[in-house]
Antibody, heavy 123, light 107 residues
Framework: QVLLVESGGGVVQPGRSLRLSCAASGYTFSNYAMHWVRQAPGKGLEWLTVVSHDGGRKNYADSVNGRFTISRDNSHSTVFLQMDSLRPEDTAIYFC????????????????WGQGTLVTVSS | DIQMTQSPVSLSASVGDRVTITCRASPGMNNWLAWYQQKPGKPPKPLIYAASTLESGVPSRFSGSASGTEFTLTISSLQPEDFATYYCQQYNAYPPTFGGGTKVEVK
């Protein structure tokens, strides 16, 4: 059974940084691309970023490009989201999500989701 | 970016009702579309992918269909556990985009 557990959320001031982690288990982590998707309070879903199964390729939504960095550690089955220059509009629940596609390039179908971690950007 | 226009934004229904939710996409999109169900305080749960294929374990009262650039999620007989918010998502083109959501409420 796939399990994704996010951590690292909290309250942070505008302009500061935060690093989220997502620990994966129940499958061969190194075979699948991983995404981060967020949801502002009471709002819809927004895809943010993806890292390929081997960490070699990364893509970002325009809204976070240049401020957020995704990475992964396959030896520890963990994916990270480094968030810099945070803004109040980054306040959201951040979900770690497993891609559907095995080994090949991600197809951006979100098969498994973590419970999410709340990030609040406020002074 | 492909814009996903989901309607209605909300609807009120009773147990046993047939419910239909629609997503309209930009022209040229194929059937790489998914539907998710989200309950308060929970992550989205995948229901359907490739427009009409049910995820394992999803009840057969859920179905998806496509006609051109219009995609439909149908719940044939609404059950108490189906009151939730539903999102469509296209993965036909980068970046992936979601519809705005449809909240299914108790009438």
């Amino acid at each position: 059974q796939v399990l994704l557990v996010e951590s690292g959320g909290g309250v942070v001031q505008p302009g500061r940084s935060l690093r989220l982690s997502c620990a994966a288990s129940g499958y061969t982590f190194s075979n699948y691309a991983m995404h981060w998707v967020r949801q502002a309070p009471g709002k819809g879903l927004e895809w943010l970023t993806v890292v390929s199964h081997d960490g070699g390729r990364k893509n970002y939504a325009d809204s976070v490009n240049g401020r957020f960095t995704i990475s992964r550690d396959n030896s520890h089955s963990t994916v990270f989201l480094q968030m810099d220059s945070l803004r109040p509009e980054d306040t959201a629940i951040y979900f770690c999500v497993k891609d559907w596609n095995l080994v090949a390039a991600p197809i951006y179908y979100f098969e498994n989701w973590g419970q999410g971690t709340l990030v609040t950007v406020s002074s | 970016d492909i814009q996903m226009t989901q309607s209605p934004v909300s609807l009120s229904a009773s147990v046993g009702d047939r419910v239909t939710i629609t997503c309209r996409a930009s022209p040229g999109m194929n059937n790489w579309l998914a539907w998710y169900q989200q309950k308060p305080g929970k992550p989205p749960k995948p229901l359907i992918y490739a427009a009409s294929t049910l995820e394992s374990g999803v009840p057969s009262r859920f179905s998806g269909s496509a006609s051109g650039t219009e995609f439909t999620l149908t719940i044939s007989s609404l059950q108490p556990e189906d009151f939730a918010t539903y999102y469509c998502q296209q993965y036909n083109a980068y970046p992936p985009t979601f519809g705005g959501g449809t909240k299914v409420e108790v009438k």
